[in-house]
């Protein structure tokens, strides 16, 4: 790069001022492109796309040929490509089904980052030393990954894959790259994925492989945001070389720490080397549970205490961790360790869903595999092993937060410490056949809320998104998405393509009671309704009496109302295997009348979901 | 549409010229400034074009509270708060319990922006056919109530809540009438909406929005509800012409399409009288 030999003694200085490491380190990096959908089980033949906020941020090859561009809307999706299958964007499955990547790559070279899943990068010196030279590594890397996932994904898929054989169905795409530096080398992995070869820098040639690309790579991974990436293009500043032979003065005049930071990228320099070192002892915080914890609930509320306790320590020196090792022990000594990186620091609540991730990796691996848990959690660890001084950068990613999400964020602890940690929730989908059983409200405080509203306020601002190219190729821009979603939290997640045979299509009931309410169903002559154990209705349902008192001191029958319309019974017979947790029930939709209640009778009709369960009768969900 | 502390703050804003001027000067002065209509869109939250009929401001006006009662109401709320929060509004749901997520997820609602807050003071059901009346609430679970509403309004830009049982009882509303006024104040100055489902008690309501529904695809034992009709009207203080009007919900995969029908209703209920006190 012809701008290094002016811009060299400057950054020479910042370099040796702010860690001593002039020569920057070498890291390898693993990308697996449009990784939520591989996640999801699709293969590149079959039509799919994965949504989040009702805009496309994966869709598998097959999809692209059609014209499904990263950042559309479900309707544009359709409207290209009528054969698509549509699947809501789910973190923890994609966290999930990563595991196994990670656990191949960490078999090779254990210290390893994962930046989020899909993505991992890991300092390439040792294993090059081992393995013979970069290019074996990150040949190696290609073919483990290719294997893990190919086998992994085939087995999952086997039903839908049939017999085309999970090797040629799985097509899918790996980049490796190795470069100096976090950035370079993650660059390259995104190139790698396109080109179908690993791309190795050469030492000491990032500068020269940096200066060439666009400037949004810079937004691409999410080191600098929307405004400031199309503010370097407005002035001109059309590639990262451009940036680079700018001087650091003038360039933190007039952009900023962030614009330092982007100049630096641009640089091909890596502000923050990876360590091998250990961290010092009195950083790591640990629990030990005199009792295992069977629940990962529980676990994830000591993690967030001890998630507070880094980041509040931290910040008492202005620091912010960019990199966290959770480390987690069983009672019968299975141990389970990930390393997570983010470039702009992880949060306390960021920490918290990385624990999250991670436990519900742990916990879903398949049975008889290697390190599998088989008894409660005894030990949780945090040691934040990269800290760096907190610019305050988290704030302005994606595009920054609007003021809406930060006022939301100040409300939600106003009311944490008003009411209790478990009264202020939000909706995390888990799925079931019964509507109060298909999501579930988390504590708001274990959950990245900042993550969900950065990931929204990327769908949220509509020129941001609209200028994704066309076809397949995969702009700057439209791969942010892809990370931004991949970054993700728990969410909203519903599967499209239903999980849960036997649930009932939409709508869905727009009441749901905590409390089942008693009711008795008879038919014409006022005799009680009856389901057998084979789903046959003992008479039509003729009206509905709300039932009054309670168990103790007996029901008795309150206002009688008619059964317009019915349908039914739809039995359940769900977790028979589970004494415990079985229930067996016939669900019924019903239109009651609003006959003999003058009053309300503008109202019109009430349809409800009715459930016949041991012999009684229940609503429990309204369509209000 | 004067905002009192607006003009207050505008009070404050004069110089000291037009302070000694005579007040008939400072009200045309604040009206002029005050006046444009470009103020009231400023404090308009987007709402989905089939509900734009009942609101003749082309939104949600900001510092309002809603109501919506009848068969529906809760899913009329949802379809109010719906665009709103896909532009990226946040929405509380101040205890109501009964909120179901997956209706509000098939409606469109951006889910990532919903934070429901329980008080545990009421568990109240938003029903106001009453199925339930678990009416074992004081006048501490109110005040607490009050408390969280005057929080959650300060943060988020939609409040969806139902009314705690002490406040809708007589007794309760006349001790509640102070701390539902400064609710109402806050309201105003931070630009909230409050939607309040199931009976409304003491709580004023600007504008009050009556469903009604009727349901497609149920036979006598055969069939699914795949279809709903839906009639919303509002009145209210706030909102001096009623107007109403029709929409449908039909699934279509694992969504709700809403659908404005063509609404001969609107006509016959703003009449031919209310047309001419316009």
Redesign the interface.
């Known amino acids: 790069m012809s701008g290094s030999s002016a811009a060299g003694p400057a950054e020479g200085i910042e370099l040796s001022e702010r860690s001593g490491a002039v020569e920057p380190e070498r890291f390898v990096t693993v990308w697996c492109p449009d990784w939520p959908i591989v996640a999801a089980g699709y293969g590149s033949d079959q039509p799919a796309a994965v949504l989040r906020?009702?805009r496309v941020v994966a869709r598998t090859e097959a999809a692209a040929a059609d014209g499904v561009v990263i950042g559309q809307r479900r309707r544009q999706a359709q409207a290209r490509c009528p054969q698509i299958e549509?699947i809501e964007h789910d973190p923890t499955r994609d966290a999930r089904e990563f595991e196994g990547v990670v656990r191949a790559v960490a078999d090779m070279a254990p210290r390893l980052d994962v930046i989020e899943p899909g993505w991992i990068t890991l300092a390439v010196r040792g294993p090059s030393r081992y393995f013979g030279g970069d290019e074996a590594v990150a040949r190696r890397l290609v073919a483990l990954v290719g294997e893990t996932l190919g086998g992994q994904v085939g087995v999952e898929a086997g039903g839908e894959a049939d017999a085309a054989g999970a090797s040629a169905v799985r097509d899918i795409r790996v980049g490796v790259g190795v470069a100096d530096g976090r950035f370079a080398a993650s660059v390259a992995a995104r190139l790698s994925a396109r080109r179908g070869v690993p791309v190795v820098v050469e030492p000491g040639g990032s500068p020269a492989f940096c200066a060439p690309l666009a400037i949004g790579w810079l937004q691409t991974l999410g080191e600098a945001d929307a405004d400031l990436v199309d503010l370097f293009t407005r002035l001109g500043l059309r590639r990262l070389g451009q940036l680079a032979e700018l001087d650091d003065a003038d360039v933190l005049g007039r952009f900023g720490r962030s614009g330092v930071h982007a100049r630096r990228l641009a640089a091909g320099f890596d502000e923050r080397p990876a360590t091998t070192d250990d961290p010092p002892p009195e950083r790591r915080v640990t629990k030990m549970f005199d009792d295992p914890v069977a629940q990962s609930e529980a676990v994830v509320f000591v993690a967030k205490q001890l998630a507070d306790d880094v980041a509040a320590r931290l910040a008492a020196v202005g620091s912010v961790c960019t990199r966290l090792v959770v480390q987690f022990e069983t009672e019968h000594g299975e141990r389970s360790e990930r390393s997570w990186y983010r470039s702009t620091g992880l949060t306390s609540a960021a920490m918290v869903e990385r624990v999250r991730w991670q436990l519900d990796a742990w916990m879903r691996l398949p049975k008889g595999s290697e390190g599998e848990i088989t008894a409660g959690v005894a030990l949780v660890r945090l040691i934040p092993e990269e800290i760096i001084a907190d610019q305050g950068v988290q704030l302005g990613l994606w595009g920054g937060q609007?003021d809406?999400?930060r006022?939301?964020?100040?409300?939600?602890a106003?009311?944490t410490t008003?009411?209790?940690e478990r009264?202020?929730?939000?909706?995390v989908w888990q799925g079931g056949r019964l509507?109060a059983e298909?999501?579930r409200?988390v504590p708001?405080t274990t959950v990245d809320l900042d993550g969900?509203?950065e990931?929204?306020?990327v769908?949220?601002l509509p020129g941001f998104v609209s200028v994704t190219g066309t076809g397949s190729s995969t702009g700057p821009r439209a791969s942010v998405l892809t990370r931004a979603s991949g970054s993700g939290g728990a969410?909203?997640s519903?599967l499209?393509n239903?999980p849960w045979p036997g649930s009932?299509?939409?709508?869905?009931?727009?009441?749901?009671?905590?409390?089942p309410?008693p009711i008795e169903v008879v038919d014409e002559h006022g005799v009680m309704v009856q389901v057998s154990g084979r789903g046959v209705?003992s008479a039509?349902p003729a009206g509905a009496y709300?039932l009054l008192g309670g168990a103790s001191e007996g029901w008795r029958r309150g206002s009688l109302r008619s059964v317009r319309?019915?349908?039914?019974p739809w039995p359940l017979d769900q977790r028979w295997w589970e004494p415990a947790r079985h229930r067996r029930l016939a669900r019924f939709?019903?239109?009651l009348g609003r006959d003999g209640d003058q009053e309300?009778d503008?109202?019109?009709?009430?349809?409800v979901l009715v459930v016949a369960e041991h012999r009684r009768w229940w609503?429990i969900?309204?369509?209000? | 549409m004067f905002d009192t502390l607006e003009v207050v703050e505008l009070a404050a804003d004069l110089t000291p010229e037009s302070l000694r001027s005579t007040l008939d000067d400072v009200l045309a002065e604040l009206s002029e400034r005050v006046a444009p209509t470009s103020m009231a869109r400023e404090r308009l939250l987007p709402v989905h074009d089939s509900l734009r009929p009942l609101f003749p401001d082309g939104g949600l006006v900001r510092g309002r509270v809603h109501g919506c009662a009848?068969?529906?109401?809760?899913?009329v709320a949802?379809a109010m708060a719906r665009d709103a929060v896909?532009?990226?509004?946040?929405m509380?749901v101040v205890d109501v319990?009964?909120?179901?997520?997956?209706?509000?997820?098939?409606l469109?609602v951006?889910?990532?922006?919903?934070?429901?807050?329980?008080?545990?003071s009421s568990?109240c059901?938003?029903?106001?056919?009453d199925?339930?009346d678990r009416d074992g609430s004081t006048a501490d679970s109110g005040r607490r109530w009050l408390?969280?509403m005057a929080?959650?309004v300060?943060?988020?830009?939609i409040v969806l809540t139902a009314v705690p049982a002490v406040w809708r009882t007589p007794e309760g509303a006349r001790r509640a009438t102070a701390g539902l006024r400064s609710l109402a104040a806050r309201l105003q100055q931070r630009g909230s909406i409050m939607i309040v489902v199931g009976p409304t008690g003491a709580v004023p309501i600007d504008v009050s929005v009556?469903?009604?529904?009727?349901?497609e695809g149920?036979?006598?034992?055969?069939?699914?509800?795949?279809r709903?009709q839906l009639r919303a009207q509002t009145t209210g203080r706030r909102q001096p012409n009623p107007a109403s009007c029709e929409l449908e919900?039909i699934?279509a995969?694992?969504?709700?399409e809403l659908r404005a029908l063509p609404d001969a209703g609107a006509e016959r209920a703003t009449g031919p009288d209310l047309r001419l006190a316009v």
Do not use: C, K, N
């Open positions: 906020s009702h549509l609007s809406a999400d006022r939301a964020g100040a409300a939600i106003r009311l008003l009411t209790s009264a202020v929730t939000v909706p509507p298909r999501y409200w708001a969900r509203a990931r929204a306020g769908a949220a969410d909203e519903e499209a239903a009932l299509p939409p709508p869905s009931p727009a009441t749901v009671y905590a409390e309410v209705v039509s709300r319309a019915w349908a039914g939709q019903m239109v309300r503008e109202d019109g009709d009430q349809a609503v969900a309204r369509y209000d | 009848g068969s529906g109401g809760t899913t949802m896909v532009a990226g509004a946040w509380a319990d009964t909120f179901g997520v997956e209706a509000a997820s098939e469109g951006a889910l990532e922006r919903v934070v429901r807050v329980d008080t545990g568990g059901v938003p029903s106001d056919d199925v339930v408390e969280v929080a959650a300060d943060g988020f830009d009556r469903a009604s529904s009727t349901w149920l036979g006598h034992g055969h069939g699914v509800i795949s709903r919900l699934a995969g694992q969504r709700l």
